[in-house]
């Protein structure tokens, strides 16, 4: 079972956000306005990046879903060599440091098998990012043998990857699986049949924008 995220900042931020909240009370009390001002921005900067707004998952049939707040970088159909060995539809997703940073599952299925491998910190947008960066990769597949695959990537600012999904857990659509710190990207490879409904340059938002449908 996936950790319920109801509230409106992740838990995982919390180790930032107190700290900051806690100084800044301290600057305050000291009368230290200067100190106090930029405190406060930090700690609203760490809120507004941790936030997890509510959002309304679609209910459209055989609808993919966008795993992740971002920008699209890029369309196009490859060969998936390391995990599905398969033609796949290629959908990147860049996060900047202003998108919600969490992460939702495209579809509802079962965790086959999650992968994590270290590597460097190029910055998320380049294409070698995909192969050559920190990241952490999941398959989910559903009762009817549709299976995707998931691929957290860490960016130059981003140094940690958040997946609480494990194999065997099922995960509902939309529902939230993972995180990734500061600025990164999402690759998500889809059945070479999936018809995109997405651009290059086009905003999506986690969990509500579809990326596809299934044919």
Not at 151 to 162: E, L
């Amino acid at each position: 079972m996936m950790p319920e995220q109801k509230w409106p900042i992740a838990k995982e931020g919390l180790p930032f956000l107190t700290p900051a909240a806690v100084v800044t009370l301290f600057f305050a009390v000291m009368g230290w306005l200067v100190l106090t001002s930029l405190g406060f921005l930090l700690t609203l900067f760490i809120a507004f990046f941790f936030r997890n707004p509510k959002r309304e998952i679609p209910d459209a049939k055989n609808a993919i879903l966008s795993p992740a707040d971002g920008t699209i970088i890029d369309v196009v159909q490859c060969t998936e060599e390391r995990f599905l060995k398969a033609e796949a539809l290629k959908v990147s997703i860049f996060m900047s440091v202003l998108d919600v940073h969490l992460n939702r599952a495209p579809i509802a299925g079962k965790v086959l098998d999650r992968s994590y491998n270290k590597g460097r910190f190029l910055v998320a947008s380049k294409e070698k990012a995909s192969l050559i960066n920190e990241q952490n990769a999941v398959i989910l597949e559903t009762e009817d043998r549709f299976k995707i695959l998931l691929v957290q990537i860490a960016g130059f600012v981003a140094r940690r990857i958040v997946c609480y999904a494990k194999a065997g857990d099922r995960l509902k659509k939309g529902e939230i699986f993972g995180l990734i710190r500061f600025g990164s990207r999402v690759d998500l490879y889809l059945p070479a049949t999936v018809k995109p409904t997405v651009w290059i340059g086009q905003h999506v938002k986690g969990g509500e924008s579809i990326i596809g449908y299934r044919v």
